[in-house]
C-alpha cells in the first residue's frame, strides 16, 4: 500500500473517464452534454446554450465558470428556472454558476456573481 495523495489510474479504484468540457472562446453555442465550461474570449462573450430535450439528459449538471473578467451572457430562451432567458456573468475571473437539466429545462444553483434575467 501507497499513502501517495495521486490515485493510480490501473488500481481500478478511480474512474478514469475524462470529464466532458468546452473551452468558449467565441460566440457560438455550448455543446450539450457538456459537464464544464470555461469562458476564456478576451472580450463580452454572447452565448447560446440549446433546451435539454433528450431525457438522457436529465439530471445533468453543468458548471459554467469565467476565466476572464468580462460580463458573458448565455442565452436559453425561456429555459432558465421557468420562463427566464439569460445567465449574465458580473464581469470578474471565477464567476460562476451550476445548471441543472430537467425536463427540458435548465434550474440553477450555486451562483457566483451571476444574475438570472
Given at each position: 500500500m501507497s499513502d501517495s495523495?495521486?490515485?493510480?489510474?490501473?488500481?481500478?479504484n478511480v474512474n478514469t473517464s475524462p470529464i466532458a468540457f468546452q473551452r468558449v472562446s467565441e460566440d457560438g453555442a455550448i455543446t450539450l452534454g457538456t459537464r464544464v465550461v470555461f469562458l476564456t474570449q478576451a472580450s463580452t462573450l454572447a452565448v447560446t446554450?440549446?433546451?435539454?430535450?433528450?431525457?438522457?439528459?436529465?439530471?445533468q449538471i453543468m458548471t459554467i465558470v469565467a476565466q476572464t473578467?468580462?460580463?458573458?451572457?448565455i442565452t436559453a430562451t425561456d429555459l432558465i428556472n421557468g420562463d427566464n432567458d439569460t445567465?449574465?456573468?458580473?464581469?470578474?475571473?471565477?464567476d460562476s454558476c451550476d445548471i441543472y437539466a430537467d425536463g427540458g429545462e435548465y434550474f440553477?444553483?450555486?451562483?457566483?456573481?451571476?444574475?438570472?434575467g
Open positions: 495523495p495521486v490515485p493510480n489510474k490501473s488500481d481500478g446554450l440549446a433546451a435539454p430535450t433528450n431525457p438522457d439528459l436529465d439530471g473578467a468580462h460580463a458573458h451572457v445567465l449574465t456573468f458580473g464581469g470578474a475571473i471565477g440553477t444553483g450555486n451562483l457566483t456573481n451571476v444574475t438570472v
